[in-house]
Every structure is written in C-alpha cells, then in structure tokens.
C-alpha cells in the first residue's frame, strides 16, 4: 500500500465545480485579453498583464495535476477511484 500525498478529487464534489468555474474564468480571460492585448497594445506587454498570465498559466498548471487525480465514470457508469487506472 503506497501512500499518496495528493487526494483523489471527486467529480461531485462542491471544491472541485469551484476549481472548475476558476478554471473556465481563467481560460475566458486569456481568450479575450490576451486578444486585447496583441491587437490594440502598443507598448508591449504590461506589468499588470504579465502578473495576471503568470495567474492563469499557474491555475492551468494546477489543472493538469488535479485532472490526473480526478476519479472519473467508466463505461459502466460506476466511479473509478483506484490511482492506477487514473
């Protein structure tokens, strides 16, 4: 038995559809922003923005962790929640 330090997350759970909403805020700001910010900026890149990408670039990266520990439905709809088949 190996002892993970990283929780198995929960679909259902109220935590993880924040996670989600935070996620889905952080991908509409890049979209849109960083949009703006190429077309219309003329001196380059600003603090502000820089910090702000920085943000979004670390909640993606928390992202991809928390999705590799996220239990999930299979074929039968019955939840998987054993580490190696996620």
Known sequence: YQEHKIPIFFPWS???????????????????????EIA???AG????????????????GLDIIIN???????ERDKIVLARLPI
């Open 14 to 36: 109220v935590y993880y559809r924040i996670w989600w909403f935070l996620t889905v805020i952080a991908a509409l700001f890049g979209m849109f922003l960083e949009t703006y």
């Open 45 to 60: 890149w600003s603090r502000r923005s820089a910090i702000m990408d920085i943000c979004a670039y670390c909640i993606f």
């Open 68 to 74: 590799f520990n996220l239990a999930y439905y299979d």
């Open 40 to 42: 219309f900026s003329q």
